[in-house]
């Protein structure tokens, strides 16, 4: 394990987009920066809901995010209100420190201050690296969905 490096957590603002951006599309390449964009704006303006936070360094240097929400529903935890890992990124750099670790608690705590009894996330099949932070954060794996397309062929 590296180094731990001195890390602040704190909400995300708007003077954060430029850097919060690039985590973004680094997290989620296939998304368009626009609709990046748009999905930020909702954010700021609805942190009681949908908080994000960053990680910096002492120096400024953003280390990571991460954006939880409240949704009705998370697998395993039945029909109730719950704070949900929506995404959540460390740069490689600062990776294997503690950083996701330090995000992950300021969304728990701002989940248990709402009064969720749950907190949800999710990841896709093959990401073994959030697999297993997941885990030893103690999030229990509760299922697997893979979903299907076929292209069908119209009648003109």
């Known amino acids: 394990m590296k180094a731990k490096p001195d890390i602040k957590i704190r909400l995300v603002k708007k003077t954060d987009s430029n850097d919060w951006l690039a985590m973004r599309r680094a997290l989620w ?6 609709k990046h964009r748009e999905e930020m704006a909702e954010i700021l303006a609805d942190k009681k809901d949908q908080p994000a936070w960053v990680a910096e ?7 990571g995010f991460l954006e939880a929400a409240v949704r009705n529903y998370a ?9 949900y890992l929506e995404g959540w990124y460390v740069k490689p750099k600062f990776r294997k420190m503690g950083v996701g670790r330090a995000l992950v608690k300021a969304a ?12 949800g996330s ?3 099949v093959g990401n073994m ?9 103690g999030y229990k794996d509760v299922g697997r969905d893979i979903h299907f397309v076929k292209k069908l062929k119209t009648k003109s």
Do not use: I, N
């Open 122 to 124: 999710d990841t896709w």
């Open 57 to 63: 360094s002492l120096s400024g240097e953003p280390a």
């Open 29 to 34: 390449p296939d998304c368009p920066p626009k």
């Open 108 to 119: 728990e705590e701002w989940a248990v201050g709402r009064g969720f009894s749950h907190m």
């Open 75 to 83: 697998d395993g935890a039945g029909r109730q209100d719950v704070g």
């Open 129 to 137: 690296g959030s697999y297993k932070a997941h885990q030893a954060m």
